[in-house]
């Protein structure tokens, strides 16, 4: 790794140990010519390197020739992914838990662009670089009764609430679960619709 243009700013870094301030280590940080950290040499022998992409988001960290890569964790309005954004090292795995707040539903997680579904957890294996994962909450669920407009997160959970004649709608997009239904009343699934 040689960049256009090096900064090596050595100085006495100092941490609050127990309430008190100590001198840490001295510190050599190294910069690329986009001003990015590229290298943190300490005296104890010890250094980390990190490495960006083109558009100089952070891709990887190396600590001691061991990499850590970047999960970027984003949770929309109405619920939570825990732990928050992380550094995994290289081969580790991750595990993220999925949760919505009262009243709330995951409509979809999106792991590195890709939509996973409404899943409740999602596990980063072998992880070899940078990840993504999103979680998309909506207030209602993606199941309607038209008829008394009750909103439901499961297909199963508003054709057992259902009355004989009524009228399932499921959002647009993609629903797949498993289905049990009766044979004594008449239900109407309709899909693709957009709620208000």
């Known amino acids: 790794m040689i960049p256009t243009r090096i900064a ?4 006495l870094a100092t941490c609050l140990l127990n309430g008190r301030l100590a001198v840490a280590q001295e ?13 943190m040499n300490f005296n104890d022998d010890t250094w980390m390197q990190y490495t960006y992409d083109a ?33 995994v090292l290289y081969g580790g795995n991750e595990t993220f838990t999925i949760t919505p707040n009262d009243g709330w539903y995951i409509s979809e997680v999106i792991v590195d662009g890709v939509d996973v579904g409404a899943v409740t957890s999602y596990t980063f294996n072998d992880v070899t670089y940078e990840n993504t994962i999103q979680a998309v909450f909506i207030q209602n669920g993606p199941v309607e ?29 993609t629903l797949t679960e498993n289905f049990t239904a009766g044979q004594s009343m008449s239900v109407t699934i309709d899909g693709g619709y957009t709620p208000d």
């Open 145 to 173: 009764n038209a008829r008394t407009g009750q909103f439901y997160q499961h297909l199963q959970d508003a054709y057992n609430a259902a009355q004989n004649g009524d009228t399932i709608l499921a959002q647009s997009g």
């Open 55 to 87: 558009n100089g988001n952070l891709t990887s960290k190396i600590y001691n020739n061991t990499d850590y890569f970047p999960i970027t964790v984003t949770a929309g309005s109405g619920g939570t992914i825990t732990p928050g954004s992380t550094d």
């Open 8 to 11: 090596a700013i050595m100085f």
């Open 27 to 39: 510190t050599q940080f190294y910069y690329d010519y986009q001003n990015h950290l590229i290298e």
